[in-house]
């Protein structure tokens, strides 16, 4: 039997779904049905499931939610991680709660985790995957960061307006960057992010970050040889010996954690799916979304 694992990015998702339904509309301009329920985003999002189930014929899916920002290893780390992300709008929220119980009801597996982000789970979880079962794995997100856990059997589905969705696997990223994926979180480390607000080194841009990594292969590897470092980054000499606490921390903060007991203890019997289209047709009706799945 063929196995294939879908990983799905819970708000990554759910977000793209009701900003792409709500820009330049107000709350009350949004579709509710007749309990009241927001409804904008869930039917897009539910449309979408639809379709990357009938596209990659998963045998498993997992759907990782983020916690509230202030509960996770990274706040702890860095108080100003993620300061400067706006609240979620309360339909947004009150749609992602729907959802969940959509999920449950029609038998996908899903997880959230105190002091964990959603991108942790999804780490841990396709390194179990791809050490496990050594079978095709996709991740769909639009999260740049989770680049770092492309290897041979894990690909990222990246959503792009024009062309569709994109599968961007290991080669891909090789042929685009020169490095190994895991090679990502350096990269960031030194760019920092401004969506999640990690510092980077501050003066050390994108002309300079890859290039760096590429040569040298580490943040660490940059320190432990920043003395003799090559005169074409002589220029970035003085800003990398005093961004480098900056740096370090900013590794911390995007290397993606995929050692997690709880995943580790995870069933892939708790993951199998079947797709019931008369259960999913049922509840789909009862939010009253009017579309129907079909085989």
């Known amino acids: 039997m063929n196995e294939t694992?879908?990983?799905i990015d819970g708000f990554n998702l759910l977000s793209r779904c009701y900003f792409a339904t709500s820009y330049g509309r107000d709350e009350a301009a949004l579709t509710r049905n007749s309990k009241g329920q927001f409804t904008n985003a869930l039917r897009v999002t539910i449309q979408k499931m639809h379709?990357?189930?009938h596209q990659y014929e998963p045998s498993h899916i997992f759907v990782a939610w983020d916690v509230k920002r202030e509960?996770?290893?990274r706040k702890d780390t860095y108080a100003l991680y993620k300061q400067t992300r706006a609240e979620l709008p309360e339909p947004l929220i009150q749609q992602y709660e729907t959802l969940?119980?959509?999920?449950n009801t029609v038998g996908i597996y899903q997880m959230s985790?105190?002091?964990y982000e959603a991108d942790d789970l999804i780490g841990a979880l396709a390194s179990k995957w791809s050490k496990e079962k050594q079978s095709p794995g996709y991740i769909y997100s639009n999260d740049r960061d989770l680049l770092q856990l492309l290897d041979q059997h894990i690909s990222q589905i990246i959503a792009k307006k024009q062309v569709g969705d994109l599968v961007y696997g290991f080669k891909h990223f090789q042929?685009?960057?020169n490095i190994h994926p895991r090679q990502w979180v350096d990269v960031k480390a030194l760019l920092g992010d401004k969506s999640d607000n990690i510092p980077g080194v501050p003066g050390v841009?994108?002309?300079a970050a890859l290039p760096l990594i590429q040569q040298y292969g580490s943040i660490h590897e940059i320190y432990a040889q920043i003395e003799q470092l090559d005169p074409a980054f002589n220029r970035y000499k003085k800003k990398l010996v005093e961004g480098k606490e900056l740096g370090m921390l900013s590794r911390e903060l995007a290397e993606i954690i995929i050692d997690i007991q709880e995943i580790s203890m995870l069933t892939w019997e708790k993951l199998t799916f079947m797709y019931?289209?008369?259960r999913w047709n049922k509840e789909i009706q009862s939010l009253e979304l009017n579309i129907r799945i079909r085989s």
């Open 113 to 115: 985790l105190s002091s």
């Open 5 to 7: 694992l879908l990983v």
């Open 276 to 278: 019931d289209y008369e």
């Open 100 to 103: 969940k119980q959509f999920f």
């Open 175 to 177: 042929e685009e960057y």
């Open 51 to 53: 379709a990357l189930i």
């Open 205 to 207: 841009g994108e002309k």
């Open 71 to 73: 509960d996770t290893k």
